[in-house]
């Protein structure tokens, strides 16, 4: 059996002649960058979450960098996120010179800790330091939504800007509502193993504020003005092509339909997987809905861990951990002068974290194997 950890092929079986259609169209009108298609999908797109606006992008990674420009972000501005997240939440804050401010994470959600934000910010507000409290990024990690509820009113009597880091939640609900529509912008990725992907790199940044929109729509072409030629900010290229806009176009059809099937692959594990012990299944806060990008479980120890991969690997079932070193550990942030134990959830949960292959065309039967390899 080749069990892979996320199975492209068979939902390309399921939309090939649109995808088809899609590109051909594009290599006929020979727009192939800013064509029809970005602005369809756009407005697709924002319709589906409910918000006003969309602005197509490269990737997740330049969402985030759009966003903080937007924000004027820069150097002596603290950046609150979690250190329980993929290297592009806090590089976008770093790249614009600005000083990611790591805030421990919530031990079952596995998203910021309300309570920590609410202190980091203090400690920056109060102390002497050159730091000035300018924004929060949240991240909704392996599809869940975090806790919004306590997020927004702390970063708005901040006067902090909220970024939704929905890389891997798009599609995921917050009390009824769709995450991209939480914070003043959400910012997406369409990389090819997120809940909506393309077929190469791809993102998209949403906002209910048309000055955000237009701001966004600015930097995502070099700081336009009127035309493209009137630069009256600094900018990046961070435009999504059409060919891939095209794709999401195919794939966006399906989309409602495989959040269903992801629901129902994670709603199976959980059952199959209740009650093994040690093992903690995904928590989901209620009232919120996750799209399950990863399907994520908490082993004993790092031993344990160790151990239950093994397994599965010998069953020849791919395994992966995220995210093995967090973000504050990491060389990069070095500078930052973090040390082993400052965020002590986010370090425990790390070392005891894996996840099981996950995807919306998962069969049960492979669900069945993969569990009873677990309780062996
Ligand atoms: C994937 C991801 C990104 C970056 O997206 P790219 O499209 O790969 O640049 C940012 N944040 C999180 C949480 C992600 O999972």
Redesign the pocket.
Known sequence: MNIPFIDLKTQYKEIKDEVQKGIDNVLEHGAYIMGPEITELEEKLADFCGVRHGVGCG??????LMALMAFGVGPGDAIFTTPF??M??AEAVALLGATPVFVDIDPKTYNMDPEDLRRKIAEVSDRRSELKPKGVIA?D?FGQPADYDRIAPLSKNHGLFLVV?A??SFGATYKGRSVCSVGDIA?T???PA?PLGCYG???MCFTNEPELDKLLRSVRIHGMGDNKYENVRLGINGRLDSIQAAVLLAKFAIFPGEIEKRQAVADRYNELLAGVADLTTPYVEEGNTSVW?QYSLLARDAEHREECMAKLSEAGIPTAIYYPKPLHLQKAFADLGYAVGDLPVCEGIGARIFSLPMHPYLEVEVQEHIASVLKG
């Open positions: 990737s997740g990674t330049d969402a985030l997240t993929f592009a939440t991240v990690l880091d890389a891997q910012c990725s369409f990389f997120k790199d791809g993102g990008a």
